[in-house]
């Protein structure tokens, strides 16, 4: 599982001060909604039925016992207690206040998760086999691989803003699961 170096903790750091300055001039009125939608995309933000969600990156679907447990604050504190795994192996939480999300991304940095290319048109959430590194007919493990694809194409100028979103699976085994 990768580890944030000091360049990814600045980085993501940096993003939701960003994000956070963005939501207060969405919230002010100072930028209407078709102009946020692109900044509220870049970090995972969907309006959907007027409301927002936030869906979080899970890489290769591994996560650690600090993140589940930031998981589940985040669902009791500003969800509806509960979030939707996706297919994608990421986590949704479709309640959240706008002027929560700040909040959310901060304390999802905190235990090194983000919600970068998680929606709009570009490379997304690389996903590896549910059983990469423990099945019986892996010839290789793929979350090395998959992890380098995902530093490869996170936030790549010429993938972030594609036609259509682009997603990418990786598996180990000669069969798909």
Request: net charge neutral.
């Amino acid at each position: 599982m990768y580890r944030y170096d000091e360049f990814d903790h600045d980085f993501v750091q940096a993003r939701v001060a960003e994000f956070s300055d963005q939501v207060a001039r969405r919230l002010a009125g100072e930028i209407t909604e078709d102009q946020f939608r692109p900044l509220r995309l870049m970090n995972g933000v969907y309006l959907q039925l007027h409301a927002y969600m936030l869906r979080i990156a899970v890489p290769y679907g591994t996560l650690n016992s600090k993140q589940l447990r930031m998981l589940g604050h985040i669902a009791r504190k500003y969800d509806k207690g509960y979030g939707h795994f996706t297919t994608r192996q990421n986590i949704q939480f479709n309640w959240p206040a706008l002027s929560d999300i700040p909040a959310i991304l901060a304390d999802l940095a905190s235990v090194e998760m983000h919600a970068i290319q998680t929606s709009g048109n570009c490379i997304r959430n690389v996903t590896a086999d549910h059983f990469a590194g423990a099945a019986a007919d892996e010839v290789a493990d793929p979350r090395p691989y998959a992890e380098i694809l995902r530093q490869w194409s996170s936030v790549h100028p010429e993938f972030s803003f594609l036609p259509r979103k682009f997603k990418i699976a990786v598996t180990g085994a000669e069969r798909d699961r």
